[in-house]
Every structure is written in structure tokens, then in C-alpha cells.
């Protein structure tokens, strides 16, 4: 699974969707070994992005919940403004500050019919 994850990190960095800042902080996160905790927390910060039409998705990136800052930052990259707009401005200090403090599920979904897509932000 971490090889698919490397592979989507540098498909992202060749389309310019992530600078090669982001992608060698991604890859490194992959490199680290992932530790075993009974906390039962959040382990995993997903982004997809979902082709409306279909359902498949056209992107879908897992990282590490410690890279959560990174992780924001690219998924609302594909977020188009005046979807933004229409989620009432999305404060994403606010989402962060929830994540770090234990939210977890699906706590983005926004639509774009004119784009065809579907983001979807999930801890996990």
C-alpha cells in the first residue's frame, strides 16, 4: 500500500498539484515507521475526490494524521473558490484545531456539479 501511496504523492507533485516541498514531507511521513498506539485515536487523514458522475475516484490521498496540516492544504487545492464560497467560507484553522483535538469521521463534503466532483475530507 505504501508504494500506491508514493506513486499518487508523485503523480500529484508531476501534475503540480503539491510542491516538491509537500511531496518530500509526504514521502518522508511514509518512511517513518507507524506506531501502534492504545489511545484509539485518529490514525489516518483521507482526501477524496470523487467523480460525481461515476462515483470512482479521481483522487484519493491517505496520510499519516501528523501530516494533517500538509494533507489540508492539498486536498482544498482541488476544492474549486466558488465551491468554498458556497460551504459558508470554510475556516480551515478551525478544521485543524478540531482534528487536533479529536474530531474524526467525514468532516468535509463539497460538491462542484459544474466541475463533475465531489471532496471529501475523512479522519479516520
Known sequence: ???????????ML???????????RLLAAL??????????????FRVRVLDLDTGKAKVNVNLPI????VGLNIGMKFVPQ????QANELDIQKLLEAIK???????????????GIRVE????
Do not use: F, R, Y
Request: net charge negative; charged share 30%.
Open 1 to 11: 500500500m505504501v508504494e500506491n501511496e508514493k506513486l499518487q504523492i508523485l503523480q
Open 14 to 24: 508531476q501534475d503540480n498539484k503539491i510542491s516538491a516541498e509537500e511531496a518530500s
Open 31 to 44: 518512511e517513518e515507521p507507524q506506531t501502534t498506539s492504545s489511545g484509539g485515536g485518529a490514525k489516518w
Open 66 to 69: 501528523a501530516l494533517i496540516d
Open 82 to 85: 466558488e465551491a468554498l464560497g
Open 101 to 115: 483535538h479529536g474530531a474524526s469521521g467525514k468532516l468535509v463534503e463539497v460538491e462542484d456539479e459544474d466541475e
Open 121 to 124: 475530507v475523512i479522519v479516520e
